[in-house]
């Protein structure tokens, strides 16, 4: 199994700054099937990102993800109050799939 | 618009079963896998299993091999989890999610439900 290690485990920003969320994979993830999603209290987890770099539908342009192989990261370019949340990512290029342990956004 | 409703929240006694149901509308239900993720309370998630609507087909985690069972009713659009000798360790919120595919990996969770608790307690 694909272990996803995610850094840092807690962020604290303020809104309008820019974050870079880390993801490393234990072996490289292939054609780099990696998404994100984001998941505030209480709630389901939303995708954000899929094959890496795609945006779901109705995410803003705000939210960009990158890499391949074994590093991956979201960035988020201007934090809005409502992206305060926990972040994880997940591959899906190998069975089973599996989950990062989660990075928290939280506001400074 | 795409509509996952989950069952409600369940009480059980450790060595007991228990079964969510998972009700989906607004798109066509045989035409997307159906997945099943847990999380623990405070914890991040799992996943557990798939089951193609269409022909019935599943796919379980290891972890819960002999475990778990996923079915579905297409009449009604509905896909059940049943996951039986529970243990206190299996607390937590289960949650559907349909997922998209890319080439031959379909795993991209694009709506989920909004999760069902189940607490396992004496």
């Known amino acids: 199994e694909i272990v996803l290690t995610q850094s840092p485990g807690t962020l604290s920003l303020s809104p309008g700054e820019r974050v870079i969320l880390s993801c490393r994979a234990s072996?490289?993830?292939?054609?780099?099937?990696l998404a994100w999603y984001q998941q505030k209290p209480g709630q389901a987890p939303r995708l954000l990102i899929y094959a890496a770099s795609s945006r779901a539908t109705g995410i803003p342009d705000r939210f960009s993800g990158s890499g391949s192989g074994t590093d991956f990261t979201l960035t988020i370019s201007r934090l809005e109050p409502e992206d305060f949340a926990v972040y994880y990512c997940q591959q899906y290029g190998s069975s089973p799939c599996s989950f990062g342990q989660g990075t928290k956004l939280e506001i400074k | 618009q795409v509509q996952l409703v989950q069952s409600g929240a369940e009480v059980k006694k450790p060595g007991a079963s228990v079964k969510v149901s998972c009700k989906a509308s607004g798109y066509t239900f045989t035409g997307y896998f159906m997945h099943w993720v847990r999380q623990a309370p405070g914890q991040g998630l799992e996943w557990m299993a798939w089951i193609n609507p269409s022909s019935g087909g599943t796919k379980y985690a290891q972890n819960f091999q002999g475990r778990v069972t996923m079915t579905r009713d297409t009449s009604i659009s509905t896909a059940y989890m049943e996951l039986s000798s529970l243990r206190s360790d299996d607390t937590a919120v289960y949650y559907c999610?349909?997922?998209?595919?890319?080439?031959?990996?379909?795993?991209?969770?694009?709506?989920w439900g909004q999760g069902t608790l189940v607490t396992v307690s004496s």
């Open positions: 999610a349909r997922a998209l595919c890319s080439g031959s990996s379909c795993y991209i969770f694009d709506y």
């Open positions: 072996q490289s993830v292939s054609s780099s099937y």
